[in-house]
């Protein structure tokens, strides 16, 4: 009894005086397959987007909430149902230098997206492309070809 006390008091001890103590998790499934290796997709092979929120310099992202696609067009409050090896399939905000005249920013068009094309840069798979579906046709036509000019549905992607 006096051993459990003694252990307690030094863990409460060393996480007071600012060490953190950390356990390693397994991972949720238990198995192997979600075990992220260098230079392939994600777990289970999904490839990723370059995303560059809050880094311009970009970084590999699965399912991100907020998404700088491209230099033009940024995907926000994103909820993902699907992410897979082919496609990845979410609702979301899109918003963009293409569509400030219509004050986007502050009123970002609520749409579907989907990611596809996967293709392999420097060993590392990334979607290439995306499509948007505007399900409440909020989106004026103007808005949509000035998208569809800005980027042409095309993700920014590292250079090789």
Known sequence: ?????????????????????????EPEDGGPDEVVSPNTGGPNGA??????Y???EGFDDQRPTDYVA??????????WEEWSAESARGH?????????????????????????DP????????F???TVSDPAGDMPAEARQAMEEADGGRLDLPSE
């Open 92 to 116: 979301g905000e899109l918003s963009g230098t293409w569509c400030f005249q219509h004050d986007c920013a502050d009123d970002p068009y609520e749409v579907d997206v989907e990611l596809a």
């Open 54 to 56: 809050g880094d311009p």
């Open 1 to 25: 009894m006096k051993r459990v006390l003694l252990s307690g008091a030094v863990v409460l001890l060393v996480t007071a005086c600012g060490e953190q103590i950390a356990t390693p998790r």
């Open 128 to 130: 290439t492309t995306y």
């Open 119 to 126: 293709r392999e840069v420097g060993g590392t798979e990334y």
């Open 70 to 79: 491209t230099e033009f067009t940024t995907f926000g409050r994103m909820n």
């Open 47 to 52: 490839p990723f987007v370059f995303n560059r």
